[in-house]
């Protein structure tokens, strides 16, 4: 029987930019392209998925389906972005590396419960990015 060995390596937690030392007046928006949203750039506290990030990649891993004689599944580099709201509603999904793997891991996003980025204390909308790198390998 075929194992799908899937090995990822979490090259970024969040992609967001970060000052040294935090602050009120460090919080600035821009309006995302894609939503129309005012997201914020740099945030105080990052959006997180409730429960844990290996959960979440743990049940993208499990889920993911791929086609062994497509070349661009046997190693894949992925990236992926979305806004999560102020609600921790997600919106605004995007692909930027890795269409067929990437749509997969987008169509399983809004199974997972978001907590919304906060700046100043306030919950705010934030660009969250998800760069993975994962191998296949039949064992």
């Avoid at 930019?17 to 600035?28: E, L, T």
């Avoid at 990236?79 to 891991?105: C, M, N, P, T, Y």
Wanted: charged share 20%; glycine share 6%; hydrophobic share 40%.
């Amino acid at each position: 029987m075929k194992k799908i060995t899937l090995v990822f390596f979490i090259l970024f937690s969040v992609m967001t930019c970060f000052g040294q030392k935090p602050k009120i007046d460090s919080c600035y928006f821009i309006t995302d392209t894609l939503t129309g949203k005012q997201i914020y750039r740099f945030v105080d506290k990052p959006a997180t998925v409730t429960g844990s990030k290996d959960s979440m990649m743990m049940k993208i891993i499990k889920c993911i389906k791929y086609n062994k004689q497509s070349p661009e599944t046997a190693e894949a580099s992925i990236a992926i972005a979305f806004v999560i709201d102020e609600h921790g509603v997600v919106s605004g999904k995007r692909i930027i590396r890795g269409k067929l793997i990437g749509q997969q891991i987008l169509d399983m996003l809004d199974e997972f419960e978001w907590q919304p980025a906060t700046c100043g204390g306030v919950k705010v909308a934030a660009l969250y990015f998800l760069p993975l790198s994962i191998h296949f390998s039949d064992d």
